[in-house]
């Protein structure tokens, strides 16, 4: 139910959406789109083991849960930032 009302949500809004099982592998290509950033700074990451890959042949290959599971833990670490930050003006008397 919570997928049906985000979606018509990007719709009402005029926002492009996709619907792509969650078993799907990207290639870097595609998995840095996703994430919009850059192929090299996506490779980088692979690499530092920020996600899990796998390769076949030559290529990189992504799950979209593991891009998911990125975005998510990306967001999470942003709110804390965020919020200690709000703290420190609080008690720096910013005035925010």
């Known amino acids: 139910m919570q997928v049906l009302q985000e979606v018509l949500s990007l719709i009402s809004e005029g926002k492009p ?3 792509l099982p969650s078993d ?3 290639s870097t290509q595609e998995a ?7 192929r090299p700074h996506l490779i980088k990451l ?24 990125y975005q998510q833990h990306q967001k999470e ?3 804390e ?9 609080q008690t720096l008397n910013f005035g925010y």
């Open 17 to 19: 959406f996709s619907l």
């Open 24 to 26: 799907v592998e990207l």
């Open 32 to 38: 840095a789109d996703l994430l919009q950033i850059s």
């Open 46 to 69: 692979l690499e530092d083991g920020a996600m899990p890959f796998k390769k076949v042949g030559t290529h990189r290959r992504i799950s979209l849960s593991a891009i998911i599971a």
């Open 77 to 79: 670490l942003q709110s």
């Open 81 to 89: 930032a965020l919020d200690a930050l709000a703290e420190q003006a």
